[in-house]
């Protein structure tokens, strides 16, 4: 099977417009990701869940209650579409992209998407993005589920620590090389180790391809 890895990069959307097609949790998953980022977020869709309908009466995004329009598309830098089964709608949006200059994703849809939406594991300042290049979503969930647990709160409190190091170094020592010693002594030691185990299909799989 051949897929498309692409090129993994963090994006700036600090005080930047992303659109949102589509309401429910999935949407309400991506869009609490939009506004950590510190992103200006519209929502198009006719109806809203409990969650979504706190964050539009709180402020902190746009609701247009109503179906997609080619307008909404103004001033956009990211289009999110999670209407999986309006395939017209995504490549209209694929080509819209091409001529108006906007990041478009559209779920369960790579063809018709300029960019990927990897699982993030978020603890603290860290940011783990898992990719399966489209062969599994579900084992990237999976996977991020695993690293959510591995990566629990004092992991994000050692973050925090290191940050402060880091900070307190800059401002009072003045040699670079003694800092990066400092912080090299500060994270030595740290390891992270762990098991797989595979599912019972997959093994039976294997076996299966032993005998043959």
């Known amino acids: 099977m051949s897929e498309n890895a692409g090129f993994q990069i963090s994006l700036d959307i600090q005080g930047r417009l992303c659109v949102v097609i589509g309401g429910g949790d999935e949407a309400f998953e991506r869009i609490s990701r939009l506004l950590d980022a510190g992103a200006k977020v519209i929502i198009v869709t006719p109806t809203l869940n409990t969650p979504l309908k706190k964050l539009t009466a709180s402020g902190k995004i746009i609701h247009r209650s109503r179906h997609f329009r080619s307008t909404d598309t103004q001033d956009a830098f990211l289009i999110l579409n999670l209407l999986r089964e309006d395939t017209d709608l995504s490549k209209s949006l694929f080509d819209l992209a091409k001529t108006e200059r906007f990041l478009v994703w559209s779920i369960d849809q790579s063809s018709r998407s300029t960019v990927m939406m990897p699982a993030v594991v978020a603890r603290g300042a860290l940011r783990i993005a898992i990719s399966t290049s489209g ?72 076996e299966q391809s032993a005998s043959s």
Request: hydrophobic share 40%; with cysteine.
């Open 135 to 206: 062969a599994s979503p579900a084992l990237a969930s999976v996977l991020r589920q695993n690293c959510e647990v591995l990566f629990d709160d004092e992991f994000g409190q050692f973050l925090d620590w290191l940050g402060s190091l880091r900070e307190e170094l800059q401002k009072n020592e003045p040699k670079e090389t003694r800092r990066r010693e400092r912080l090299k002594d500060a994270v030595e030691g740290f390891s992270v180790t762990g098991k797989i185990t595979y599912p019972a299909l997959w093994i039976a799989h294997k």
